[in-house]
T-cell receptor, first 111, second 113 residues
């Protein structure tokens, strides 16, 4: 039962362009979402989060959008940089702090 | 401020053996969660410890057990290892519970042969 899904295993974009990573969830009880970035041989690093009372949260080059009715969120990276190349995980946070992760999307930013 | 550290970084065990993985939480953090990440998948929640008590558990059998110590460091123990236990094991620490950012260690890569 995959409650958080990232249906695109990989994404390739040109440096300077926008990267859009998508995530869908099925559990309507989820009300707080996070994006993590993971490089090989490192643990996931927190990027940005959003509460269900908002539909957008911005932090520098990173913006997360939440569409509650569609149970969909997306991460926009503008402009994309080669150093952004990593695996990106979407996660939903349950009450006591359990994270439910998607499968991840491998982002490759070409110079 | 020290981050989350895990040991060992890599480990090879034989099927049927037992293994203990260790995690030192970030300074000031009193909550530790463990995750299993199989190849090509996202991390799966194993369990969480808050102030030395198990506070929540994912869909893992009882042969996965843990401890949290008074200094909030933690251990993950896996008995009767199976080939499918081969994965990256991640520890995350945070302060308190709920909507608080979790910081992850670099993980322990366990291979069961």
């Amino acid at each position: 039962d995959q409650q958080v899904k990232q249906n695109s295993p990989s994404l390739s974009v040109q440096e300077g362009r926008i990267s859009i990573l998508n995530c869908d969830y099925t559990n309507s009880m989820f009300d707080y979402f996070l994006w993590y970035k993971k490089y090989p041989a490192e643990g996931p690093t927190f990027l940005i989060s959003i509460s269900s009372i908002k539909d957008k949260n911005e932090d520098g080059r990173f913006t997360v959008f939440l569409n509650k009715s569609a149970k969909h969120l997306s991460l926009h990276i503008v402009p994309s940089q080669p150093g952004d190349s990593a695996v990106y995980f979407c996660a939903a946070l349950s009450g006591y702090g359990k994270l439910t992760f998607g499968q991840g999307t491998i982002l490759t930013v070409h110079p | 401020e020290t981050g989350v550290t895990q040991s060992p970084t890599h480990l090879i065990k034989t099927r049927g053996q037992q293994v203990t993985l260790r995690c030192s939480s970030q300074s000031g953090h009193n909550t530790v969660s463990w995750y299993q990440q199989a190849l090509g998948q996202g991390p799966q929640f194993i369990f969480q410890y808050y102030r030395e008590e198990e506070n929540g558990r994912g869909n893992f059998p009882p042969r996965f057990s843990g401890l949290q110590f008074p200094n909030y460091s933690s251990e993950l123990n896996v008995n009767a290892l199976e080939l499918d236990d081969s994965a990256l094991y991640l520890c995350a620490s945070s302060w308190g519970q709920g909507r608080t950012e979790a910081f992850f260690g670099q993980g322990t890569r366990l291979t069961v042969v």
